[in-house]
C-alpha cells in the first residue's frame, strides 16, 4: 500500500508539476539577500547553475562549489558580461569541490573555515541519477549514489558547522526528489550491493525533457523558496518535538509538505545518521560538540575552531 502511495506521489508530480506550481512566478522573486553568504555544489549546470546566479543577481555573496572550477569561472564571467549596467558587479566566486573525494570535502570546509566568516545558506544541489550504469565505487569505497547524494553532504554540511554557526539563523537546504517517496535505506547495507537497487532502474525512464517537466529556472524555486523565504523557521518551530528531529520538507511547489512515511522513520534516521557519520570518519556526536564550540577529529580533516 505504501510504496502505490509512493509511485502515485512520484507520477503525479512529473504529470502535474506544472499546474500545482501555477501559482508560482518564474522566476521566483526574492527577498533581499544582500549580506547573505551562499554556498551552492554543482552550480555548473542544471538547477544548481540557476540557483547560483539568481541568488547572485539578487545580491548575495554566492560561493559555486563545483569540480570544475574552469567552467564556473567561465559562467561567471558570461554572468557578468550579461549582469552589466544592470546594478553592481555579481559577487560569485568558484571553489573546488569533489563529492566524490571525501578529501575534497575536507579540503574546501577547511578552506572556506580559514576565512572565519559567516555562511548562511549552505544548498547541497550536486546530486547524480546513473541507475541502469553498473554500480561505480569512489575512490573512498561507497558506491557513487550514496557517496554523491548523501555521504558527501553530510561530512560538508558537519564540517562547515563552524562557520553556518557564525552565520546563524543559518540554513542547510538538501535538494531532494519526489523519488524519495518510493527510496528506502538500509543501515547495514549503506553501499547498496544486496541489490535491491535494481527497483530503482526503471525509473531513469522517468528522467526526461518533456512538456510536464519543469525547466531548471522552475526547478530552482524551491530551493530558492527553502534558501530565502522569512517564514521558513516559523514553520520548522511548528514541527520540532522531541522524539523528532524533523526538518521541513518544502515541495516543488514551494509549500511545507509531509515527507514519506519512511522519512518518519526516526529509529532508522538515528541508525543512518550513526552510520553517516561512521563511514565520513567523525565521531558519534559530532554535530553537538560543534555546536557547542568543541574540536572535533575527523578521518578527512579537522577542526580548527
Ligand atoms: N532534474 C530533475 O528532474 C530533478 C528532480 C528532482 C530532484 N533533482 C535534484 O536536483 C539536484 C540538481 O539536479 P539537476 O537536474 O540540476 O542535475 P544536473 O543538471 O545533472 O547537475 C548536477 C550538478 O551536480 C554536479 N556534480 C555531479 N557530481 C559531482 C561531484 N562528484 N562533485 C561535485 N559536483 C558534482 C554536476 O557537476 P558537473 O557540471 O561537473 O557535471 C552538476 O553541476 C540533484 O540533487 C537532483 O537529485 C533533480
Known amino acids: 500500500m505504501e510504496w502505490m502511495r509512493g509511485w502515485s506521489s512520484v507520477f503525479g508530480e512529473i504529470l502535474f508539476q506544472r499546474i500545482t506550481a501555477s501559482h508560482l512566478h518564474n522566476p521566483l522573486p526574492l527577498p533581499p539577500v544582500n549580506g547573505l553568504t551562499c554556498v551552492v555544489t554543482g552550480s555548473t549546470n542544471g538547477i544548481g547553475r540557476q540557483t547560483a546566479r539568481q541568488l547572485a543577481e539578487a545580491g548575495a555573496h554566492v560561493v559555486m562549489a563545483v569540480r570544475n572550477t574552469k567552467a564556473a569561472q567561465e559562467l561567471i564571467q558570461q554572468w557578468q558580461n550579461e549582469w552589466s549596467g544592470k546594478g553592481l558587479p555579481l559577487n560569485v566566486e568558484a571553489m573546488e569541490l569533489d563529492l566524490l573525494s571525501l578529501d575534497s570535502v575536507a579540503r574546501f570546509a577547511d578552506a572556506w573555515n580559514a576565512r572565519l566568516g559567516p555562511l548562511h545558506v549552505l544548498i547541497n544541489n550536486a546530486g547524480i541519477f546513473a541507475m541502469g550504469e553498473a554500480q561505480k565505487f569512489s575512490e573512498d569505497g561507497y558506491e557513487q549514489h550514496m ?83 522569512p517564514q521558513i523557521p516559523e514553520y520548522w518551530e511548528t514541527l520540532k518535538t522531541d522524539d523528532w528531529p524533523v526538518c521541513p520538507f518544502i515541495s516543488q511547489d514551494c509549500r511545507p509538505t509531509n515527507p514519506s512515511e519512511e522519512a518518519h522513520n526516526t529509529e532508522t534516521a538515528h541508525r543512518v545518521w550513526e552510520k553517516t557519520l561512521e563511514l565520513v570518519g567523525l565521531p558519534v556526536g559530532a554535530v553537538e560538540k560543534l555546536i557547542e564550540g568543541e574540536n572535533v577529529q575527523c578521518r578527512y580533516g579537522s577542526q580548527q575552531e
Do not use: K, W
Not at 562547515?160 to 537546504?173: A, D, F, T, W
Not at 538538501?174 to 530503482?200: E, K, R, Y
Not at 517537466?213 to 527553502?226: A, H, M, N, T
Open 147 to 229: 557517496q554523491v547524494n548523501h555521504l558527501a553532504p553530510a561530512l560538508l554540511s558537519v564540517l562547515l558547522l563552524p562557520s553556518l554557526i557564525r552565520g546563524s539563523p543559518s540554513r542547510i537546504i538538501n535538494v531532494n526528489s519526489v523519488m524519495h517517496s518510493v527510496g528506502f535505506v538500509d543501515p547495514d547495507d549503506m553501499n547498496v550491493v544486496s541489490g535491491q537497487g535494481s527497483t530503482q532502474d526503471s525509473s531513469s525512464s522517468l528522467r526526461s525533457d518533456t512538456y510536464f517537466i519543469f525547466s531548471p529556472q522552475e526547478g530552482c524555486r524551491s530551493s530558492l523558496f527553502s534558501a530565502t523565504d
